[in-house]
């Protein structure tokens, strides 16, 4: 694919090693605890983790190995670390902050997950359970109507799995070789996902339905490796601590929706989670999360339809007090991020953390 600015995406950068290094020589010698304690005494201001999945990656996974946040393991080291060294939140107590009510605590930490992938409920919830800390699940609700898996998930697995010699995508300006390895197969997945996000949201349906009609797999039944969870298991998280949070209806790119289906992707996730969960939720994610994915018009509609807050999948640190509710930062956790990297992104984000890669529009 292409570097000019104009196929660049909102996804964290290839591994910046100078981040990772340094990160591990501090780690090393002993600096983050002090880096983050002098941080505290000038910012007060909200870290939020963003996750997706939580599961062990195998080579038998033929979906979207980038979705894979952390391995079980690995995410219990990392919420053991937040327990232990920074100030779990909850939504609410964000919301209260943004009212005018108490300020949140020095170097408050939400937990966060996009989507509802069931390892979020089989694997997650009872570390975070377990550990007491706290974690806000944003659902898209017709995925847990209906349990199947995600379109985008869709388009990866059959690329992933599909035994043609060839692959056209004309309207993603794909034709090329299929390669017979795994690895090479995973990033021409996130090439083509990539690509498939610049296209408004007709275009990108179009595009997954017609691989879908050409492999004859249509998205039709469920898959063991990329199920939604259910409303009866989000009860029993939410009875547990938890928080619900929306993430559309379809997992929709909520800005390149025309106003109808905008209001109807609001409204129905709303009405669905009011429905199972019996109280409209406080807080949405928006699906993919880059500054092309939300715009004024979404954020007047889920104002409209009683969303307190709202947060991107732009990676930074957000001022609950100043910075606008309905535009808040995370910082996106990958299998790639090591113990030492995890633990000096929450001390200092500014200096090990990564800058998000902006989708950029040819004008």
């Known amino acids: 694919m292409s570097s000019d600015p104009a196929t660049t995406a909102l996804e964290p950068q290839p591994a910046p090693g100078h981040r990772q290094r340094l990160a591990a020589r501090a780690h090393a010698w002993h600096l983050l605890p002090a880096l983050q304690t002098v941080r505290g005494l000038f910012r007060r201001d909200l870290r939020v983790l963003a996750y997706h999945r939580v599961r062990k990656l195998d080579r038998d996974f033929a979906f979207d190995p980038a979705l894979v946040s952390a391995s079980p393991a690995d995410f219990r080291n990392q919420m053991r670390h937040v327990r232990d060294r920074f100030h779990p939140v909850c939504c609410r107590e964000v919301v209260a902050a943004l009212d005018g009510g108490p300020m949140l605590p020095r170097d408050a930490v939400l937990v966060t997950f996009d989507d509802g992938y069931d390892d979020n409920h089989a694997v997650a919830f009872p570390i975070l359970r377990e550990l007491g800390v706290p974690a806000t699940f944003f659902v898209a609700t017709g995925h847990i109507d209906n349990g199947l898996p995600y379109a985008y998930d869709w388009l990866a697995h ?3 799995t599909m035994d043609a010699g060839r692959l056209r995508l004309p309207d993603l300006d794909v034709d090329l070789p299929l390669p017979s390895d795994l690895d ?3 990033a021409l997945v996130g090439t083509l996902l990539d690509r498939l996000k610049y296209l408004d949201d007709a275009g990108q349906q179009a595009v997954i339905k017609g691989l879908e009609l050409e492999r004859r797999r249509p998205r039709t039944q469920a898959h063991a490796d990329c199920r939604p969870m259910t409303w009866d298991q989000l009860r029993e998280m939410r009875a547990g601590g938890m928080e619900i949070g929306g993430h559309g ?8 929706l025309p106003d109808g ?4 992707e609001v409204a129905e996730c709303q009405a669905r989670l009011t429905a199972e969960l019996g109280a409209p939720a ?3 994610s928006y699906p993919v999360g880059g500054p092309d994915a939300y715009d004024a018009r979404v954020v007047d509609e889920i104002r409209r339809h009683g969303f307190r807050v709202g947060f991107s999948y732009v990676n930074g640190v957000s001022k609950p007090r100043t910075d606008d509710r309905y535009r808040l930062l995370r910082m996106a956790v ?3 991020i090591d113990p030492a990297w ?3 992104m929450l001390a200092l984000p500014e200096l090990f953390s990564y800058p998000s890669r902006l989708r950029i529009y040819p004008s």
């Open 249 to 256: 209806v379809h997992h929709r790119m909520l800005a390149k």
């Open 282 to 284: 406080i807080a949405i």
């Open 184 to 186: 090479a197969r995973y």
């Open 334 to 336: 990958e299998t790639r």
């Open 158 to 160: 059959l690329v992933v």
């Open 342 to 344: 995890f633990k000096g």
């Open 261 to 264: 289906q905008l209001q109807a």
